[in-house]
């Protein structure tokens, strides 16, 4: 699946549904950090989040891989086999692994927000790298977050995002990308309120 050495981003989440704005991030994140692999990581539920509305986890890697496509993508949901929804949990369980690999956390501008409220989340800064993918209106509320202010010394040039894998964490960057408004709740919010359509 990897090889020591290799680069490889994590972009976690419960993709419900996934969206083009998803894939931008995650070709953004490819190509800035020079990864060899990014693996969509869809998990069994947001500990955060409620999960009313949460759509079934083997349709959910269904819809991903229409958006995960190309040799160097891979969706996987592991996480269920491990039987957590920690991301504190799952990414030591990745470092154990695959020592060799060169592992980078990605994750939304909007997650950075409240990355505080996450468990352990000092301890995912220091378990890997981190790229923060800006998105629509959380670039300012992300940057002034608690999390981002207690990080702040460890924060590289978004010119040196290149390296960002070879980086002893902590050490993160905020990438600058090609914005998108799409979202998975106002998805969800629009699908809802479509008529039925009867034959």
Not at 27 to 49: C, F, S, V
Not at 127 to 151: E, F, H, K, N
Not at 174 to 197: F, G, K, M, Q, V
């Amino acid at each position: 699946m990897c090889l020591p050495g290799q680069r490889i981003g994590i972009m976690g989440g419960s993709f419900n549904p996934p969206h083009a704005g998803h894939r931008i991030a995650a070709e953004a994140a490819m190509k800035r950090l020079g990864l060899d692999q990014l693996w969509w990581l869809i998990t069994p539920g947001n500990p955060l989040k409620s999960r009313d509305g949460l759509s079934a986890l083997d349709g959910r890697m269904a819809s991903v891989r229409q958006f995960a496509v190309g040799p160097k993508m891979k969706v996987t949901s592991f996480e269920r086999e491990l039987g957590t929804s920690f991301t504190a949990a799952t990414l030591a369980y990745l470092k154990r692994r695959y020592p060799g690999v060169r592992f980078v956390w990605v994750m939304g501008a909007d997650n950075l927000a409240f990355f505080d409220r996450w468990q352990h989340w000092r301890s995912i800064a220091d378990l890997m790298p981190i790229a923060v993918v800006d998105r629509p209106g959380w670039r300012l509320r992300g940057l002034s977050s608690p999390a981002a202010l207690a990080l702040s010394r460890w924060r590289i040039p978004e010119s040196e995002a290149h390296g960002l894998a070879a980086r002893k964490p902590p050490a993160w960057v905020l990438l600058t990308i090609r914005l998108s408004d799409l979202s998975s709740t106002a998805l969800r919010s629009a699908a809802r309120s479509e008529p039925e359509h009867v034959s």
